[in-house]
């Protein structure tokens, strides 16, 4: 009697069991991508050159049949539902980069801030493969052997038709949150961020430290919108430029379609610091301007007590 091949089983029973609630393909038209980067995932897996392997996870995952999928450091883990009973154990690890890495690509992208302008918005650059490769990295497998894949199915193949059904719903969870690659290669939305916000020279930095305590909100609510009397000085503690002139301006980058000789940036950092140093002026003027007037309110008090005295 001839031996069966472990997946001899799965020729005599093919067809997956139904499974309700699984995820599918996001796009209406069937399609696992919109995005260029979702797209560009898929265009890599196929060129390896892997054959009717994804060709069989493409219909299971149009299916529904990936029961669940999560991504963390270096690793994807998903459960899809073959014809058996119970669900397969996927398993997909893609190397992470060290923080000697990540090093190297904070610091390009605090090169380019509206890149990470782009990706709050869940929007990711075209230029961001070429930025990772400026720091010698792929953002992407260069490779199939890049992906260490595993199932727990009796199939011999690898990627089975398991694998290769997270492989296309991969893709759909790139679209959704393009930080989700970057977890894969080793770093949180949170953890990236953070390192963006503090990288960069010290003058550089954007960064705001309170001199003193908040004034109370007054009892009445009306007279919030009320001009302030004479009395009613408004203190603004030490007044000192900005450490970073025009900011906001700088973390969104250049301005497309900007017309002018001088460059954008450079433009608004003199526009923002001609505005901090004319408000700061004003400032100091209303400061000597009340201490003049207290001065004259001072000989005013001396002069009538004379007066008084020389009556008496």
Known sequence: MQRRRPNDEHRHNPLPRRVRGGIKAQESNGAFASTWWGRRWIETLESFSIG????????????????????????????????????????????????????????????????AARLLANDMPEDMEALFRSAGLALFPRRHQDLDTKCSCPDWSNPCKHIAAVYYLLAGAFDTD???????????????????????????????????????????????????????????????????????????GNLPFWRSDNPFLAAMEALYRNASDYAISIIERGEAARDLKDDDDEDDDAGDGEENTELG
């Open 178 to 252: 393009p930080f989700l690659l970057f977890r894969l290669r080793g770093m949180d939305r949170t953890e990236l961020l953070d390192r963006l916000r503090g990288s960069g020279p010290p003058d550089q930095r954007a960064r705001f430290v309170p001199d003193a305590a908040a004034a109370p909100l007054p009892a009445r609510p009306e007279d919030f919108w009320t001009t302030p009397s004479d009395d009613d000085t408004l203190a603004v503690p030490n007044p000192s430029p900005p450490a970073l002139h025009a900011a906001i301006p700088k973390r969104l």
């Open 52 to 115: 009717a392997r994804l060709a069989r996870g493409k219909s299971y995952a149009r299916l529904g049949q990936v029961v669940s999928l999560t991504v963390e450091k270096g690793e994807v883990r998903a459960r899809v539902q073959g014809s058996r009973s119970n669900a397969y154990t996927v398993t997909i690890r893609l190397a992470a980069f060290t923080p000697q890495q990540w090093h190297k690509i904070v610091l390009a992208l605090t090169e380019k801030p509206l890149f």
